[in-house]
């Protein structure tokens, strides 16, 4: 059974507080760690947007919100001591003239009690917030703000954020987020490599033929295909979800889990990826978008459909990557991320070496693979070589010794956004991004937007629901004699 560990009093301010990320997210994540018992009594939680609304409002906007995303019915007599902590105050944050005093009102101003500022907003206007809140005095010791991703769009984009942001807060104070990061199997990654003997000795080039890290979405872009055509796939799933598995995937033992400790092990893997210039741009990465096709038997538009418009944004792709340090030499790391997919899927898959010598003719052998699963049946599957029992000869089958969360853990475990707002409170910086991560995966990022460039990388196509991206990513394989995994 999980344990729910409470934390010490705090103030909350989410910025766009009726907006997607607040109603999806933020606020179902605030009451559920309230009925788990994790959120003091004496805590507010203060929403800021531009609607003309008031406590009533929000209260009943939160209501909506947190009972669509609660399985079971939600719980009446919690809710209505969980309501009284909300308040709303309408403003536009990002005028200079903004009336702070309303805000203020709300909060316990303290040296020492937590206060954060969660800018659910576009990271077009993190700055201009930052410096208001700075000119309004409440960027106190205890002030905290978070950012979500993505920073900037681009390595200059990201640079001027940060340091816009870091004009107002101590780098220690800014808690740049990727809800992945949040994901239990994503932080029993560090677990299950450094508290198992087993495995810490084994994880390296000698032992490890490839690593596979796949995130496939079943959904399109739908409403969202204004914003997603400026980003990408690219931008928006590989610069920051999957580089940062692939850093705890890749990652050199931290001297401990302080949060400065494993982020500098990141950042050295992120230095260490090898830049992809235009011509390793044609043979190891492959870009497409898909097009019409079917979900669970129903007909879909193709991407160009959905936008209205012709575009060159890719929603898939795939790349093989490498790491350039002495533990992952010529070990390849093969990344792949797109929209309109067979399924939802996110895993990460470690191919261990054949064995060197089969004994066991006919019958043969398969390697041993590792299969973290992400989401969205979290859990962690060994294959290893069995006799298959009975009589008739010696055969050998893969199975897999399986620790599935749901089977081995009776009680509903927070999401990735619970997990992380309490680390928030708590000071807890290792699930989040330091400035020199972010700037490290944009600068690999821009080099290979700009080897497709150069290269004039072709846009290949994939039929929407029907295939796990085009035929050319899974060829990027076949020239290596690998194939990507399917269970």
């Not at 009533?56 to 919100?65: H, I, L, M, S, T």
């Not at 947190?66 to 944050?93: G, I, Q, R």
């Not at 191919?351 to 060197?356: A, D, K, M, V």
């Amino acid at each position: 059974m999980a344990e729910f560990i409470p934390v010490g009093s705090f103030d909350i301010v989410i910025f766009g507080g009726t907006g997607d990320l607040a109603q999806r997210k933020l606020l179902p994540a605030l009451y559920h760690r309230w009925a788990d018992g994790q959120i003091p009594e004496d805590c507010r939680i203060v929403g800021i947007s531009r609607s003309e609304m008031d406590d009533k409002g929000f209260r009943a906007f939160a209501f909506e919100a947190c009972e669509e995303a609660t399985p079971d019915a939600l719980n009446k007599s919690e809710w209505k001591k969980f309501e009284k902590h909300l308040h709303y105050v309408a403003m536009d944050a990002t005028q200079s003239d903004a009336d702070w005093s309303a805000l203020k009102q709300h909060l316990k101003l303290s040296d020492d009690r937590p206060l954060v500022f969660y800018l659910a907003v576009t990271p077009k206007i993190y700055v201009p917030i930052c410096e208001a809140l700075g000119a309004a005095g409440l960027n106190t010791p205890s002030a905290r703000v978070v950012l979500e991703k993505p920073i900037g769009t681009d390595l200059a984009s990201a640079h001027a954020i940060n340091a816009g942001v870091g004009a107002v807060f101590k780098e220690e104070c800014i808690y740049r987020i990727d809800h992945y990061l949040g994901k239990e199997t994503v932080q029993n990654l560090m677990v299950l490599r450094f508290a198992n003997s087993l495995f810490e000795p084994l994880w390296n080039r000698t032992a490890i033929d490839h690593i596979q890290i796949t995130v496939a979405e079943h959904y399109g872009v739908g409403d969202r295909a204004g914003y997603y055509d400026g980003s990408g796939a690219l931008r928006d799933m590989v610069q920051n979800h999957l580089l940062q598995l692939l850093c705890l995937i890749a990652m050199e033992p931290p001297n401990s889990i302080n949060g400065d400790a494993i982020r500098t092990e990141k950042i050295k893997v992120l230095e260490a990826l090898r830049p992809i210039t235009a011509e390793r741009a044609k043979r190891n990465t492959v870009r497409a978008q898909y097009k019409a096709g079917a979900v669970k038997g129903e007909p879909v538009p193709g991407y160009l459909e959905e936008l209205g418009q012709d575009s060159s944004t890719e929603t898939f792709v795939a790349i093989k990557a490498a790491i350039d340090n002495w533990r992952w030499a010529r070990v390849p790391f093969y990344l792949r991320t797109g929209k309109r997919m067979k399924d939802r899927h996110s895993e990460i898959v470690v191919q261990f070496r054949e064995t060197p010598h089969s004994m066991f003719g006919d019958a043969g052998t398969q390697s041993n693979r590792l299969v973290i699963n992400v989401q969205p049946d979290e859990g962690v599957r060994l294959y290893l070589q069995i006799k298959e029992p009975g009589p008739g000869g010696l055969r050998i089958k893969s199975l897999p010794l399986n620790l599935a969360y749901a089977d081995n853990f009776l009680v509903r475990y927070p999401d990735a956004y619970e997990r992380l707002l309490m680390d928030v409170v708590r000071g807890n910086l290792s699930l989040f991004m330091r400035r020199e991560e972010v700037e490290a995966a944009w600068k690999w990022v821009d080099g290979l937007l700009e080897a497709w460039e150069q290269a004039e990388v072709p846009m290949e196509s994939y039929q929407a629901g029907l295939e796990d991206g085009p035929v050319e990513a899974r060829l990027m394989l076949r020239r290596d004699e690998r194939d990507w995994w399917e269970a």
